[in-house]
């Protein structure tokens, strides 16, 4: 069964530093796409970045990045230079091909401290 | 400007007491779905359509009803509200499949509905 797996529920990082969010995933497609969603405290779903499986480089949106690693079926995010406005809950995610599914992790609540 | 409206954003029902939460996109995307949200559960889909006349169960189908008689909306049914049912809904939209384009199967989310049954 298809599946994504966010192992962190809850991580703090301080102002200015850097943290990564880990996400795997378990497909048997070869080709897709996989996302990271934000979603704020005024609980709206925002796409932070997307992933196209066949790339081999890996996206970049100004502060944030993901490690994509195709074999281990891994997807984190990177957010570099934490801002007090990154607090947010985040969603991985990749929709499904075949089945026209999507599907979410559990999510990782991000905390910055001042 | 591009968006998905769903309403209400906030209810409080009864047991039993049929509900509708509309959804309406004016992006003309193919692809629309419903989400709930619960703590610690994440997102789950709960019905799709991939076009007009064109829906199909997502994970947690049960106790809800949809349909897509127009491109642009796609209202989530709940013929006979339960308690289990409390929680945070989400209407979305997207182009579908590759050769669309960067936007391919980027949701666009409704703000979301808080739903409460008592």
């Known amino acids: 069964a298809q599946t994504v797996t966010q192992s962190q529920p809850e991580m703090s990082v301080q102002e200015a530093e850097t943290v990564t969010l880990s996400c795997t995933y378990d497909t048997s497609e070869s080709d897709y796409y996989l996302f990271w969603y934000k979603q704020p405290p005024s609980r709206q779903m925002i796409l932070v970045i997307r992933?196209?499986?066949?790339?081999?480089q890996n996206a970049t949106e100004n502060r944030f990045s993901v490690n994509f690693q195709k074999a281990a079926k891994s997807f984190s995010l990177k957010i570099s230079d934490s801002q007090l406005g990154d607090a947010a809950m985040y969603f991985c995610?990749?929709?499904?091909?075949?089945?026209?599914?999507?599907?979410f992790g559990t999510g990782t609540r991000l905390k910055v401290l001042a | 400007e591009a968006q998905v409206t769903q309403n209400p954003r906030y209810l409080i029902t009864v047991t039993g007491k049929k509900l509708t939460v509309t959804c309406s996109q004016n992006?003309?995307?193919?692809?629309m779905s419903w989400y709930r949200q619960d703590p610690g559960l994440g997102l789950r889909q709960i019905y799709y359509?991939?076009?007009?006349?064109v829906t199909d169960k997502g994970d947690v189908p049960e106790g809800y009803k949809v349909s897509r008689k127009e491109k642009r909306n796609f209202p989530l049914i709940l013929e006979s509200p339960s308690p289990n049912q409390t929680s945070l809904y989400f209407c979305a939209s997207s182009l579908w499949g590759q050769g669309q384009g960067t936007g391919a199967n980027v949701l666009t989310f409704g703000a979301g509905s808080r739903l409460t049954v008592l």
């Open positions: 992933q196209e499986a066949y790339k081999q």
């Open positions: 995610a990749y929709p499904l091909k075949g089945t026209y599914k999507y599907i």
């Open positions: 359509s991939m076009n007009v006349e």
């Open positions: 992006m003309n995307h193919e692809y």
